[in-house]
């Protein structure tokens, strides 16, 4: 099933994005941004590991998650090519069975955007946690750095599971060394007016961002890739 967007109804999304460390930020700023020549330089490939959010169900090519981030780094003078390696319906445990082939020698860094389907079917926090982490451990072997990007449950299966799904994905950055964007939806969810969220920024389904959101979206998490990319060009 595609990701749902209930999240939003059942929980104030009031942090930040936040990125691995000084370090990831400083790299950022001497390194992405300040290049002698880019033109000149191999463009960064970047698979993005996700679910519906990222293959842009709904929507046409050119305005989904991935096409968007694209053209917001091209017109940053990022040289970058990206993988849309998103699975409608797809799990942290779909994610965890084709890591393989989407660590492909050509992939310079991973971004991993899953969690939102398992949370919405009740799967157990720590079998997520798990397929988490043994895709984290195939992006290490691979030597990528990586930006994980989190995502809350709904309220549905009570206070408990909430709490175990929530420390997921910041106890796994930390664990990792990774980069870390704490919600993929921030930037539609902190939006005060929720109904005028609803009205102005999703498809008629009420789940899926449409073009207008995807590009707020685009603008909130797009300086996380710009860091992950400086990230890969140093190593």
Request: proline share 6%.
């Amino acid at each position: 099933m595609p990701f749902c967007f209930c999240t939003l109804h059942h929980t104030g999304y009031g942090v930040l994005p936040i990125t691995r460390n000084l370090t990831a930020m400083l790299i950022f700023a001497t390194v992405g941004f300040f290049c002698a020549d880019p033109a000149k330089s191999e463009p960064i490939t970047v698979a993005i590991l996700g679910d519906s959010l990222v293959q842009g169900y709904g929507l046409l090519a050119d305005d989904g998650f991935v096409s968007q981030l694209n053209t917001w780094l091209s017109d940053r003078g990022q040289s970058v090519n990206l993988i849309n390696a998103g699975v409608s319906g797809d799990t942290t445990a779909g994610g965890l069975s084709r890591i393989g082939w989407t660590l492909s020698p050509d992939v310079d860094a991973l971004v991993i955007s899953l969690g939102g389907n398992d949370a919405l079917r009740g799967i157990d926090p720590a079998l997520v946690r798990q397929n988490l982490a043994g895709i984290l451990t195939a992006a290490t072997a691979s030597s990528v750095p990586v930006l994980l990007v989190g995502i809350t449950s709904p309220a549905n299966y009570g206070p408990e599971y909430r709490v175990a799904f929530s420390t997921i994905f910041p106890d796994l950055a930390a664990a990792y060394d990774t980069l870390f964007y704490p919600n993929f939806l921030h930037a539609l969810a902190q939006i005060p007016d929720r109904s005028a969220a609803l009205r102005n920024y999703f498809q008629p389904d009420a789940i899926h961002p449409n073009t207008q959101g995807v590009a707020l979206i685009v603008n909130d998490i797009g300086p996380s890739v710009i860091a992950l990319v400086g990230l890969a060009i140093a190593d």
